[in-house]
């Protein structure tokens, strides 16, 4: 089992950075694709960034393209995130599976998650 604990989110004026961070402890050497997601209300859960264990590759959604960087460190998952807009007001989540990624991925690849850290942005 891999445990997922995220932070950094918050409320934050539109235009405004976040970090968000996620600390992974448990089996890690199950975790060889780490990434973020995110579930506004009423909408679908969506994948933000991913990247495989060895931090090189690094895959993002066409919103997220520009504005956030991901990046791992040891067992701790980043997602720098610039230029913040209303529309990225959403629940954040960490997740983790026991595969490689060569993508983004969907949410149901992923076999470990968070419980989340909310990100409002307010124009």
């Known amino acids: 089992q891999v445990q997922l604990v995220e932070s950094g989110g918050g409320p934050v004026q539109s235009g405004g950075s976040l970090r968000l961070s996620c600390t992974a402890s448990g089996n890690t050497k199950n975790m060889y694709c780490i990434g973020w997601f995110r579930q506004a209300p009423g909408k679908a859960r969506e994948g933000v960034a991913a990247t495989p264990s060895d931090g090189r590759s690094k895959y993002y959604s066409d919103s997220a393209k520009g504005r956030f960087t991901i990046s791992l460190d040891k067992n701790t998952l980043y997602l720098q995130m610039d230029n913040l807009q209303p529309e990225d007001t959403a629940t954040y989540y960490c997740?983790?599976?026991?595969?490689?990624?060569?993508?983004?991925?969907?949410?149901?690849?992923?076999?470990?998650w968070g419980q989340g850290t909310q990100v409002t942005v307010s124009s």
């Open positions: 997740a983790a599976r026991p595969a490689w990624c060569y993508t983004l991925g969907y949410g149901y690849e992923y076999d470990y």
